[in-house]
């Protein structure tokens, strides 16, 4: 990583409960600006019976990690070091394994498995998503945008992170003649230019938020606009071929 500064751990309790551990820590995002800020509370764990899998404190923790992405525009990185390997372990190091870091900063989705099954029957199981930290080592991330999960890519998969809504603009004009039905669509879209059906739905969703295509009675369609006079699509407009 380019520009990567490393400062010394905050004396603060990372689900930031307290108002003068948000009062430090909104301080040193205004003073440092940074683009990503890790959080490792293997002191927490350790020390205490907190854990994530506690309904209130993921609540509590999601809600702080979010509204701190939002505000100062950062990128959070929550780090959880299991040392145990058993369910019910006799002693908390049992079968020490490593750590594992996780890279979600969606509200209500930080590396959550509810503590009561029962109490929340109609929620879905969210599972981590995680890797084992053996050693250093670089990696791609790829956002779902529904989900805000960002999941590892391989290097060969590059150009999935790179499509954008202009290309399945431009995949309607160009092999549908702007008119195409969405599942169809999707189908169709995902197998030529390489991406899952999933991916290809979520950029049409991105274009129809920019006004860049529209869903007229269950047709997809590039939308139009008059400039100067002159009708144009909304992708031409946008400055796509």
């Known amino acids: 990583l380019e520009n990567l500064i490393l400062v010394r751990p905050l004396e603060i309790d990372f689900t930031l409960d307290r108002e003068e551990d948000r009062g430090k820590l909104a301080w040193w995002l205004k003073t440092y600006q940074p683009d990503i800020v890790i959080f490792d509370p293997v002191a927490d764990f350790v020390g205490t019976e907190k854990s994530l899998s506690d309904d209130i404190l993921a609540r509590k923790t999601a809600k702080s990690l979010s509204a701190m992405a939002r505000e100062f525009r950062v990128f959070p990185i929550l780090v959880l070091h299991f040392?145990?390997?058993s369910e019910d372990p006799?002693?908390?190091?049992?079968?020490?394994?490593?750590?594992?870091?996780f890279v979600n900063s969606a509200v209500a989705q930080i590396c959550i498995e509810r503590a009561d099954k029962q109490k929340y029957e109609a929620v879905k199981r969210i599972h981590c998503k995680f890797k084992l930290v053996t050693d250093v080592f670089t990696f791609l991330l790829l956002r779902d945008r529904e989900a805000l999960w960002y999941s590892e890519i391989e290097k060969d998969e590059m150009r999935k992170a790179k499509l954008l809504p202009k290309h399945v603009v431009n995949f309607l004009l160009e092999k549908c003649k702007g008119r195409a039905v969405p599942t169809i669509f999707y189908e169709i879209a995902g197998e030529q230019l390489g991406c899952s059906q999933?991916?290809?739905?979520?950029l049409v969703k991105l274009a129809i938020d920019q006004g860049l295509i529209e869903k007229k009675q269950g047709i997809l369609i590039p939308l139009i606009v008059k400039t100067r006079g002159k009708a144009r699509t909304g992708a031409k407009e946008a400055g796509f071929s």
């Open 83 to 85: 040392k145990k390997e």
């Open 90 to 101: 006799k002693n908390i190091f049992e079968k020490p394994h490593g750590s594992k870091f």
């Open 198 to 202: 999933k991916q290809i739905k979520e």
